[in-house]
């Protein structure tokens, strides 16, 4: 009996209309995407009326602007079907918690937490995590952004952000919102022109004050923008923090890639899953002529994914707008949402989303808290 049978004995489809459904989700591509990301389980009150199969979609990925193209694709397979001669499907966002590293308690309001690491500073890092958090968020997800640069926190001023998070309770904050993300920085909290003079044990504990003592509001994802490095931060967030997988940013640049490997094999002796690589900077267009040239070398981001044997997500181009709509707190996948480089953004969002789609999910919600006390 196939799993659709099992999942929807009561509908009026017959088996061989069944069969033929789950062969169809079997067969749905899109580039970037697993296969596995596609599941029968994620069909709910599947109907035959009069000819008009009818059906809910629960995908648990971000992936809104890929709808038209999965009904395109489902509907094109349906038709030829006996008894088929409508087809209405009414999609869904719905994202699951993933299992984290060993030993580490989930938090409560945060499904999922993505960490943006690199090996190098000035690679282009935060401006990828902004953007890939605001993709994420105009895909489906609801999403927060932790800027965890404590020593130069910049998601203030990329995302135009300078008030101060307020408490409701003297204990917590309450996190600010730009573009539709929940926010929080320490540069929220400071001076912009005040150097944060600060050792590492309390660098670590601001940190985690910043991830813990923040109410989020019911996280599909978290990005945290991390410094660069491999250093104390990046130590407590795999020793403390509940850590879904990680995203590489580097430039085509072998000095880059140096460090990007540093950053590939922490990740890999915690046992934080990487979700990919991201080569930014990849060529320069001229804006005059229009000549494209590699001038931090060619496809060493990709190099760098074979040889670790993960995905690589996509190369963004070194571009002037990029630079100035974060300058003015308005990121490209907001300021210019149709650009080609928004749609990179968004084709790095839906791999993210999906791989994490993929791997084993985190129940430790569906199980009551045991407390035991001597008495």
């Not at 038209?68 to 719905?94: C, K, R, W, Y």
């Not at 999403?143 to 910049?154: K, M, R």
């Not at 890999?268 to 899953?273: H, L, N, Q, R, Y």
Request: charged share 20%; net charge negative.
């Amino acid at each position: 009996m196939s799993l659709l049978n099992k999942l929807f004995g009561q509908t009026n489809l017959s088996e061989t209309q069944r069969n033929a459904l789950e062969a169809v989700l079997e067969s749905i591509h899109l580039d970037g995407i697993e296969s596995e990301a596609f599941s029968p389980k994620q069909l709910q009150n599947l109907k035959l009326s009069q000819k008009k199969l009818s059906f809910e979609w629960h995908l648990p990925f971000a992936a809104k602007s890929l709808w038209p193209a999965l009904e395109q694709q489902l509907t094109h397979a349906l038709l030829p079907l006996d008894g088929i001669e409508s087809v209405s499907i009414d999609f869904h966002t719905h994202i699951e918690a993933h299992a984290v590293q060993g030993g580490i308690q989930p938090l409560a309001d945060v499904k999922n937490i993505l960490a943006v690491a690199s090996g190098k500073g000035g690679v282009g890092k935060s401006t990828t995590s902004v953007n890939l958090a605001l993709a994420l968020q105009q895909e489906g997800a609801r999403v927060g952004l932790l800027d965890a640069d404590i020593y130069g926190p910049s998601i203030p001023t990329m995302l135009g952000v300078h008030d101060k998070p307020q408490t409701l309770d003297g204990k917590s904050m309450e996190p600010l919102s730009a573009y539709g993300l929940q926010l929080m920085s320490i540069g929220f909290l400071i001076n912009p022109d005040d150097p944060m003079i600060w050792r590492g044990p309390i660098v670590t504990s601001t940190l985690t004050q910043l991830l813990n003592e923040t109410n989020w509001q019911a996280l599909d994802y978290l990005v945290i923008d991390l410094p660069p490095g491999t250093g104390d931060v990046q130590l407590t967030l795999s020793q403390q923090i509940p850590v879904t997988g990680a995203v590489i940013v580097t430039t085509p640049q072998e000095v880059a890639l140096i460090d990007a490997r540093k950053g590939l094999k922490m990740f890999e002796k915690v046992k934080i899953p990487i979700l990919g690589i991201v080569e930014n900077m990849s060529t320069h267009i001229c804006s005059q002529c229009g000549h494209e040239e590699a001038i931090f070398g060619e496809h060493g981001g990709q190099r760098l994914a074979e040889q670790f044997q993960v995905p690589f997500l996509g190369a963004l181009p070194l571009e002037r707008r990029i630079r100035e709509e974060s300058d003015q707190g308005k990121p490209t996948v907001t300021a210019a949402p149709t650009s080609d480089i928004s749609q990179k953004y968004r084709h790095i969002a839906h791999q993210i989303s999906a791989q994490i789609a993929s791997k084993r999910r985190d129940y430790s919600a569906a199980f009551p808290k045991i407390v035991v006390e001597n008495r």
